[in-house]
């Protein structure tokens, strides 16, 4: 009877999902946003607009609804045109309510909300997302309109990145010719090539040579790759034939882990290697030679160089964090991506399964993780799943809102990762970053109490019910940090633990880590929570709330310890807080140093006071893994510009910032801020620099797309790739002599140098190769750079190869418009492009018939 009474209390209370539809038709409505000021009233603001523009018959009434929106700013509540008020809701939720000043919207007619964003806009992510109507009668339903249109920055407001500026970025890169260049990537330790070529078609023949046969696995993935080149099976030998040629896969002692050797000869190749790892890695080196094969064609053989190669890594530690917990992606497209991860040696896919926003993976023992936490829709209560997130909607249809992978495919990721060498790292966000976990702990516990069963219900809960501590997080959320106080908690951690085990034994895939996270707990959390103060009777060590955070971690990494499992997680979870000459510091924790915890640091901010944190870290004693956002994160914009997506909080970040990381010297090359203005080079005084036991705890190198802003496969690859080259590319290769060059002229030559080879090779190799392989990936393809010089257009690209197209006319160059091939008269309005191998675009630039002549 309980059962059916709580059965019916959840009908009521999702009854409005379910509600009539109002009399006016949303779908009638066009939104569109823009930017009205960007210097609002001399200061670091923006007076926007949302305009309403009404296309029915019907008219849409001045009040009776509010419009709900995501964004990841700040504005002021009462709208400048003075007819609305926005408020938040939490999170990045917002609400616009019409006030009495609002007039009725008659067909045909449009209504302004003028507001203040207490930002400056760059580029087209910092507009509203999502925006969304709900009617005061049908509170529970959300409709989207017919059309939201996000109209571009006016040019006028200075500061952006022009085609000037990229032409003259592009113009030290120097054209090498294909054939000489290096053809693999990342580049190996020892590379050289012979005489001779070697020929691969359907005969040749794949082979192990070792009696135990342990690298069939790899003799096998080499061979699936060879037939899918050719289009045909191989090892077919031709009697006719008198000669037979054999790629041979070898063990040897002495490589290392991960070091191989690959010898290629007129008739024979050889891939020497100590581990199945090392074997792997020499496969991929080997398909790396092949030149791309673009089109649907198959050839009938494929030619590749002699070569001898001796190779091993840099760090041993190369790894990619994918954030699926603020917008999802589905199983194929991570498995797109562990292909990749493969392919340019990289070893670490750290998988950011939880957060605020969103759970991601089926834990068998807790259904409500994800039938409540893996959904997004219209909802102000969080009782029966979360609210729209970074533009989701007002429902589940949102693909990047809604989604989770069940255990058989999360089983299927690891299988597939397993066979390409891969860890997957999977990330727990606690004790903040947590709001889902604890919306969804507190939907069991609803469910449990209704059905008479408190014990059972109590059992997992991650919030103290009479927690009155005010806080909000850097995302602006004011419930989303665990109460680490409850002993609930830690039933619930290895409860988490416990079914990630099973499901990681079930794939037969290694489970080394766990990310517990530990980063952006706000300042005011725990200070009104009665478990906390329950807990400081009992603990006397426990004097504040900052105590809390070692009591913690210590706890969680008790649990994991019975289980050989190691604790993984973010820089905060390293650190203690204290304080020199009365102001609050971090320094590395003493409590933690020798539990073999592992670290990822991405606070280097330039400017912001932190830069040298994963160093304290590393001569603290920490093994530290460098996520720096400075030059590591593929969500940051390319540059500064408004058809550039992405965040921009801690840099501008085009791939040269990854090419051109230091590891063991950041500071070294860093030249501009985080709003791209000259460094001041004063901001280092007195940061430590890294020690030679420093060193020895920097364990390798990590890019992180966090996703507020991907909301779909291909925007994922947009942000990734080619990006994640150079990744593999640091991460893989030796240290390179501009790093150390101590005479800056030399080491800017240097530098060129070599970033003019790497380039050449996107552009003539990889990114060919890219373009089809798994039917074609969305990387970025680069603006041309265009200056006006003699009354001429001259454009180039950051990646010689590529081909650049244009028009005179004012229309969109496509694929089919004239290529570029010398400087083009400056008459109309001339508008060049560049194009893949595909016939893929990317973004436009402009010239005009008034522009004038470079000085």
Same mark, same amino acid.
């Given at each position: 009877?309980?059962?059916?009474?709580?059965?019916?209390?959840?009908?009521?209370?999702?009854?409005?999902?379910?509600?009539?539809?109002?009399?006016?038709?949303?779908?009638?409505?066009?939104?569109?946003? !823009?930017?009205?000021?960007?210097?609002?009233?001399?200061?670091?603001?923006?007076? /926007?607009?949302?305009?309403?523009?009404?296309?029915?018959?019907?008219?849409?009434?001045?009040?009776?609804?509010?419009?709900?929106?995501?964004?990841?700013?700040?504005?002021?509540?009462?709208?400048? %045109?003075?007819?609305?008020?926005?408020?938040?809701?939490?999170?990045?939720?917002?609400?616009?309510?019409?006030?009495?000043?609002?007039?009725?919207?008659?067909?045909?007619?449009?209504? +302004?909300?003028?507001?203040?964003? @207490?930002?400056?806009?760059?580029?087209?992510?910092?507009?509203?997302?999502?925006?969304?109507? *709900?009617?005061?009668?049908?509170?529970?339903?959300?409709?989207?309109?017919?059309?939201?249109?996000?109209?571009?920055?006016?040019?006028?407001?200075?500061? #952006? =990145?022009?085609? !000037?500026?990229?032409?003259?970025?592009?113009?030290?890169?120097?054209?090498?010719?294909?054939?000489?260049?290096?053809?693999? =990537?990342?580049?190996? #330790? &020892?590379?050289?090539?012979?005489?001779?070529?070697?020929?691969?078609?359907?005969?040749? $023949?794949?082979?192990?040579?070792?009696?135990?046969?342990?690298?069939?696995?790899?003799?096998?993935?080499?061979?699936?790759?060879?037939?899918?080149?050719?289009?045909?099976?191989?090892?077919?030998?031709?009697?006719?034939?008198?000669?037979?040629?054999?790629?041979? $896969?070898?063990?040897?002692?002495?490589?290392?882990?991960?070091?191989?050797?690959?010898?290629?000869?007129?008739?024979?190749?050889?891939?020497?290697?100590?581990?199945?790892?090392?074997?792997?890695?020499?496969?991929?080196?080997?398909?790396? #030679?092949?030149?791309? =094969?673009?089109?649907?064609?198959?050839?009938?053989?494929?030619?590749?160089?002699?070569?001898?190669?001796?190779?091993?890594?840099?760090?041993?530690?190369?790894?990619?964090?994918?954030?699926?917990?603020?917008?999802?992606?589905?199983?194929?497209?991570?498995?797109?991506?562990?292909?990749?991860?493969?392919?340019?040696?990289?070893?670490?896919?750290?998988?950011?399964?939880?957060?605020?926003?969103?759970?991601?993976?089926?834990?068998?023992?807790?259904?409500?993780?994800?039938? *409540?936490?893996?959904?997004?829709?219209?909802?102000?209560?969080?009782?029966?799943?979360?609210?729209?997130?970074?533009? %989701?909607?007002?429902?589940?249809?949102?693909?990047?809102?809604?989604?989770?992978?069940?255990?058989?495919?999360?089983?299927?990721?690891?299988?597939?990762?397993?066979?390409?060498?891969?860890?997957?790292?999977?990330?727990? @966000?606690?004790?903040?970053?947590? +709001?889902?976990?604890?919306?969804?702990?507190?939907?069991?516990?609803?469910?449990?109490?209704?059905?008479?069963?408190?014990?059972?219900?109590?059992?997992?809960?991650?919030?103290?019910?009479?927690?009155?501590?005010?806080?909000? &997080?850097?995302?602006?959320?004011?419930?989303?940090?665990?109460?680490?106080?409850?002993? &609930?908690?830690?039933?619930? *951690? !290895?409860?988490?633990?416990?079914?990630? *085990?099973?499901?990681?034994?079930?794939?037969?895939?290694?489970?080394?880590?766990?990310?517990?996270?530990?980063?952006?707990?706000?300042?005011?959390?725990?200070?009104?929570?009665?478990?906390?103060?329950?807990?400081?009777? /009992?603990?006397?060590?426990?004097?504040?709330?900052?105590?809390?955070?070692?009591?913690?971690?210590?706890?969680?990494?008790?649990?994991?310890?019975?289980?050989?499992?190691?604790?993984?997680?973010?820089?905060?979870?390293?650190?203690?807080?204290?304080?020199?000459?009365?102001?609050?510091?971090?320094?590395?924790?003493?409590?933690?140093?020798?539990?073999?915890?592992?670290?990822?640091?991405?606070?280097?901010?330039?400017?912001?006071?932190? !830069?040298?944190?994963?160093?304290?870290?590393?001569?603290?004693?920490?093994?530290?893994?460098?996520?720096?956002?400075?030059?590591?994160?593929?969500?940051?914009?390319?540059?500064?510009?408004?058809?550039?997506?992405?965040?921009?909080?801690?840099?501008?970040?085009?791939?040269?910032?990854?090419? &051109?990381?230091?590891?063991?010297?950041?500071?070294?090359?860093?030249?501009?801020?985080?709003?791209?203005?000259?460094?001041?080079?004063?901001?280092? =005084?007195?940061?430590?620099?890294?020690?030679?036991?420093?060193?020895?705890?920097?364990?390798?190198?990590?890019?992180?797309?966090?996703?507020?802003?991907?909301?779909?496969?291909?925007?994922?690859?947009?942000?990734?790739?080619?990006?994640?080259?150079?990744?593999? @590319?640091?991460?893989?290769?030796?240290?390179?002599?501009?790093?150390?060059?101590?005479?800056?002229?030399?080491?800017?030559? #240097?530098?060129?140098?070599?970033?003019?080879?790497?380039?050449?090779?996107?552009?003539?190799?990889?990114?060919?190769?890219?373009?089809?392989?798994?039917?074609?990936?969305?990387? +970025?393809?680069?603006?041309?750079?265009?200056?006006?010089?003699?009354?001429?257009?001259?454009?180039?690209?950051?990646?010689?190869?590529? /081909?650049? +197209?244009?028009?005179?006319?004012?229309?969109?160059?496509?694929?089919? %418009?004239?290529?570029?091939?010398?400087?083009?008269?400056?008459?109309?309005?001339?508008?060049?492009?560049?194009?893949?191998?595909?016939?893929?675009?990317?973004?436009?630039?402009?010239?005009? @018939?008034?522009?004038?002549?470079?000085?």
């Amino acid at each position: 009877m309980r059962r059916f009474i709580a059965l019916i209390l959840i009908a009521f209370a999702n009854v409005g999902t379910f509600a009539a539809a109002p009399a006016f038709d949303i779908k009638n409505l066009t939104l569109s946003w !823009e930017v009205v000021d960007n210097n609002y009233q001399n200061k670091q603001q923006a007076l /926007t607009a949302l305009i309403i523009t009404n296309n029915g018959t019907e008219t849409l009434p001045a009040g009776g609804w509010k419009i709900y929106f995501n964004s990841s700013r700040n504005f002021l509540a009462d709208a400048a %045109s003075g007819n609305a008020k926005i408020l938040q809701v939490n999170g990045d939720l917002y609400s616009i309510t019409p006030n009495q000043n609002f007039k009725a919207i008659k067909p045909g007619e449009s209504a +302004r909300i003028d507001y203040i964003c @207490e930002d400056i806009v760059i580029n087209y992510t910092d507009a509203i997302e999502g925006p969304y109507f *709900v009617f005061d009668a049908t509170p529970g339903k959300g409709y989207l309109p017919g059309n939201f249109i996000i109209k571009p920055l006016d040019p006028k407001y200075a500061g #952006l =990145v022009t085609p !000037e500026v990229i032409f003259n970025q592009n113009k030290n890169i120097t054209d090498i010719p294909a054939d000489k260049l290096p053809k693999i =990537v990342p580049l190996p #330790l &020892s590379y050289q090539e012979t005489t001779g070529t070697f020929t691969i078609d359907k005969q040749v $023949l794949v082979n192990v040579i070792n009696k135990d046969q342990r690298y069939a696995k790899e003799a096998s993935y080499l061979k699936g790759r060879l037939e899918k080149l050719l289009g045909t099976e191989v090892n077919k030998k031709d009697p006719l034939s008198s000669t037979m040629k054999i790629i041979n $896969l070898y063990y040897k002692v002495g490589f290392g882990n991960e070091g191989y050797e690959l010898s290629v000869k007129p008739n024979a190749i050889e891939i020497n290697a100590s581990t199945p790892t090392g074997a792997f890695y020499g496969v991929q080196s080997l398909i790396n #030679l092949c030149p791309s =094969v673009t089109g649907t064609d198959r050839p009938n053989s494929i030619t590749i160089p002699c070569v001898e190669v001796k190779d091993s890594p840099r760090f041993p530690y190369r790894a990619v964090m994918l954030d699926v917990a603020r917008n999802f992606q589905n199983k194929q497209q991570v498995l797109r991506l562990l292909d990749l991860m493969g392919a340019y040696k990289l070893n670490t896919l750290h998988m950011h399964l939880t957060d605020d926003e969103g759970w991601r993976i089926e834990i068998p023992s807790l259904p409500e993780l994800t039938s *409540v936490a893996s959904k997004r829709g219209h909802t102000l209560d969080s009782k029966h799943f979360l609210p729209p997130s970074h533009g %989701s909607g007002p429902d589940f249809s949102n693909k990047a809102g809604t989604g989770f992978y069940t255990v058989a495919d999360y089983v299927e990721i690891l299988k597939y990762a397993n066979e390409r060498h891969i860890t997957v790292l999977p990330e727990i @966000e606690t004790p903040g970053h947590a +709001r889902g976990s604890i919306k969804a702990m507190q939907a069991r516990y609803n469910r449990l109490m209704a059905a008479g069963n408190k014990a059972e219900a109590s059992k997992y809960l991650l919030y103290d019910a009479g927690d009155q501590s005010d806080y909000r &997080s850097v995302q602006y959320w004011n419930d989303n940090v665990i109460d680490v106080s409850l002993p &609930s908690v830690y039933t619930y *951690v !290895e409860r988490v633990v416990d079914d990630l *085990v099973a499901i990681y034994k079930q794939a037969g895939a290694p489970l080394p880590a766990i990310h517990f996270g530990g980063d952006e707990v706000p300042a005011h959390v725990w200070e009104k929570s009665p478990a906390f103060a329950a807990l400081k009777k /009992t603990h006397p060590e426990i004097k504040n709330t900052g105590d809390l955070w070692y009591y913690f971690y210590g706890r969680v990494n008790s649990i994991l310890k019975k289980k050989n499992i190691k604790l993984s997680g973010w820089e905060e979870m390293a650190l203690r807080k204290t304080t020199v000459d009365g102001h609050n510091t971090y320094l590395p924790n003493p409590q933690f140093v020798n539990e073999g915890m592992q670290v990822d640091v991405w606070n280097n901010v330039l400017g912001d006071g932190q !830069e040298d944190l994963a160093y304290k870290l590393a001569n603290g004693g920490y093994k530290t893994v460098l996520t720096c956002v400075t030059n590591l994160y593929f969500d940051m914009a390319t540059y500064k510009g408004w058809d550039e997506p992405g965040y921009y909080w801690g840099a501008f970040l085009g791939i040269d910032k990854f090419f &051109s990381f230091i590891p063991y010297d950041y500071f070294k090359n860093a030249d501009v801020d985080k709003q791209g203005r000259p460094i001041d080079r004063r901001i280092f =005084v007195g940061k430590q620099r890294l020690t030679d036991y420093g060193k020895e705890n920097i364990i390798g190198l990590q890019g992180a797309l966090w996703a507020e802003t991907v909301k779909s496969p291909q925007q994922m690859e947009y942000m990734m790739f080619p990006k994640l080259i150079a990744l593999g @590319e640091r991460a893989w290769a030796k240290d390179p002599a501009w790093t150390t060059e101590l005479d800056s002229a030399k080491a800017k030559k #240097l530098y060129n140098d070599d970033w003019s080879r790497f380039v050449n090779v996107l552009g003539k190799r990889e990114l060919p190769r890219l373009a089809y392989e798994g039917g074609g990936y969305a990387f +970025r393809i680069p603006k041309p750079g265009v200056i006006l010089q003699d009354g001429k257009y001259q454009a180039n690209v950051q990646y010689p190869g590529m /081909t650049i +197209r244009y028009t005179t006319d004012g229309s969109e160059p496509t694929a089919t %418009s004239p290529e570029y091939t010398a400087p083009v008269n400056a008459t109309g309005t001339v508008k060049f492009r560049v194009f893949d191998v595909k016939g893929r675009g990317g973004n436009t630039a402009q010239g005009k @018939e008034n522009d004038k002549p470079a000085a």
